[in-house]
Each structure stands twice: as C-alpha cells, then as structure tokens.
C-alpha cells in the first residue's frame, strides 16, 4: 500500500507562492501518474494538474500559466508550484497517485488509488 504525504501548505498573501511537496513511501511511485486536487469549503473536489511518468503534464484551465507540476523519482516525491496566488485558490490540496500510465483521464478523480491526506492553502487577499 503506497502512502502519500503533502507538505508546504500554509498562509500566503494574493500573489505570492506557495510550493507543495508530496512525498511517496516506496519507489513504485516512479511509474504512477501523479495528481493534485483541490477542495474548497462547500465545494466538490476538483482537479488542478497530474504528470505522467514520463513527465506529460495536464492543467486545469483555472491554474494554467500559474502552477507548475513536477516529480522526481529520486526522491520519490511530486511538487506543485504555485505562483501569483488568488484568494480563490484557497482549499485544501490533495496528492493522488494512479497506475494508468498515460495522461488520458487526468482529470477523473475516481481512476486515482492512492490519496495523500491533504494540507491546506489559504490565500488572503
């Protein structure tokens, strides 16, 4: 059973940054498609980027040109950069992983196994 565990969450300013960590418990991370979801008091869980194992990327439109996904194998862990921050990007942020391979379905929550336990962003405008 793969555990996931977030970090670097916090309270930042409107347009700040934020770097997320999430941090896998075994080296088969390397081959799971990882992702980052997001959820807002009173909202559904929705979908903010996922990276393939070969390094393919998919964004929501909401976050594209401001988040940055990235991995690495090495360390076993997956970040989400997060620049020129919006109140509304307040949530609690969530990593998952899945075994499909490819970046088709990213956005599906439900084709995700392994969840991290969340670590919470909130940005004051």
């Known amino acids: 059973q793969v555990q996931l565990v977030e970090s670097g969450g916090g309270l930042v300013q409107a347009g700040g940054s934020l770097r997320l960590s999430c941090t896998a418990s075994?080296?088969?991370?390397?081959?799971?498609?990882m992702g980052w979801f997001r959820q807002a008091p009173g909202k559904e869980r929705e979908f903010v980027a996922a990276i393939t194992s070969g390094s393919s990327t998919n964004y929501a439109d909401s976050v594209k040109g401001r988040f940055t996904i990235s991995r690495d194998n090495a360390k076993i862990t997956v970040y989400l950069q997060m620049n020129s921050l919006k109140p509304e990007d307040t949530a609690v942020y969530y990593c998952?992983?899945?075994?499909?391979?490819?970046?088709?379905?990213?956005?599906?929550?439900?084709?995700?196994?392994?969840w991290g336990q969340g670590t919470q962003v909130t940005v004051s405008s």
């Open positions: 998952a992983g899945r075994r499909i391979p490819t970046i088709l379905g990213v956005t599906a929550a439900t084709t995700y196994v392994y």
């Open positions: 075994e080296g088969t991370f390397s081959s799971y498609t």
